[in-house]
């Protein structure tokens, strides 16, 4: 491996070296200063890139395609303006501990702060948001220089993948020549990394294993609880330590979709309308939860694990995830050590409460989730017209095994983690870190380019997030990606309604409800996306399938109400609160 000048050699070593380590996509936004790194990419044929005009559009796509391999992939931009684009996706990484390599191009130290074009400070630029910020420095032309950049391009990776995973910013800073010509200097030094395609320094994080001590502290506590919970929410390598945790102990689960531990005998799916019920909440009051990974957003379950609930918090990056400051005890830990911990102790070594040997905590737990799911069912099925809590549970049944589910914020999520069945063979993913409703078009698409496992990925998009990243649909114009978008279309940000904000009609609908009137018709057809919309409810599966198998990118728009939607939503809180008291929970 040669190179003509020492930009074009940093580039092609820091893009070698990194598909070295792993790396398989990136996301490259067009500029001139980044030329070196844009041809690198280009010209390297381990790499998939992924040409997208926005710099914004670029980084979420980048994090979609990282949040749904699991690898980290890579995003590119040109110098000033553009990089500061990166920034909500480089917070959602942050928060989201997504492997992101943000790569910036500069311009060279002695032009900033000169009023050169398109120069800003690019140091240090998303503060502590990142895991590892370089300043690479301007390429030159040592004998070291190779070793250098490939050891930095090894430490970064090191930290995007490290415990907890997130993003990292590499400023490149290049003077001209931007473009692979022989300059002055040439670069007559070999580029070559390590002999057989091995990186410069290899690295790996070993899941954190739990001490002798918690494994003795936790077993104790789970062996002494007559009346324990088991709470999954999102964590990266996934829940299903907590499952298997529910499963064994024969404990009640109450399972985000995010967690993708919604399943298995215990699931209690309903519990975000169950625990509206006072009565409910009073009266099972759990005397030990352990939660693996983050609260999903179910405010009444927030209020239920007050602080005077003892809770343990099992996580692999110990990731201080207590907004109500409940925990009692933080354990950092792979969570699939849990299971290990169930004494066996019923007979012939059973675990305590499995099968007909449930204890009448987790059977009355099961009792509500056998009156609460009818319940909802019944009040969703007795109206055809398309509702938004129907199209959430409904679309996360209909997907097949081994698709990915991507959910926008706002009531999307709610609704998915309020509705959607116990199931299994279905990912559910989204933009939590911060909950924002930027990037969702582009996050689903890059989840699409990733193909993990090969099954279809599908979206639960609001309207404002579909519209908030439209510049993400140019990839769908280029074509080459899979994606259906089921749109709720309620003319606006149909969650303010639930808040104290609706009490104040007079400038409700021009500040919150923010109705545009947009046709999302229109919208497909300006990025060549098939376009189908549901009348009826019983017709979602059908356009969803029929705009799958059509392939490339489709939107589903389902029409619905805001207010109707606040209405349908506490009919249901109600007839689940009915349903809990005619079996004997006390109002
Ligand atoms: C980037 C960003 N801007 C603003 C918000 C505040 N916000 C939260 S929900 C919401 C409305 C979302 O509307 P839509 O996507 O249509 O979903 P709906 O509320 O109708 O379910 C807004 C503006 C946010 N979360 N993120
Ligand atoms: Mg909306």
Redesign the pocket.
Known sequence: MKALNAGQALATVLVDELVRNGLAHACIAPGSRSTPMALAFAGHPGVGIHVLIDERSAAFCALGIARASGTPAAVLCTSGTAAANFH?AVIEADRGRIPLLVLTADRPPELRGTGANQTIDQIKLYGDAVRWFAEIGVPESLPGSVGYWRSAACRAWAATMGSPPGPVHLNLAFRDPLVPVADDDGFPHPLDGRPGQDPWTRTGVSPAGMSAEDRRGLRALLAAADRCLVVAGEAPGGAGGARALAALGGWPLLADPLSGARTGATAISAYEAILRHPGFARAMRPDLVVRVGRMGASKPLASYLGPEVPQVVVDPDGDWADPGRSAKWIIRADPSELPSLVELSGPGGAPQGAGSAQTPWTQRWLEAEAAARPAIDAVLDADDSPSEPRTARDLAAWCPDGATLVA?????IRDLESFMRPRSGLRVIANRGA????GFVSTTLGAALAGRGGGPTMALA????ML?DQNGLLLARAGSVDAVFVV?N?D?????SFLPQAEFPGDFERLFGTPHGMPFEAVAALYRCGYRRVERAAGLSAAVGEALSAGGVHLVEVPTERTANVALHRRIWQSVGSALEDVGFGA
């Open positions: 909500p926008a914020s706002s009531m999307p909950s924002g409703i930027d609001g309207d404002l997030s908030h709720v309620n606006g940000g149909g969650i303010f």
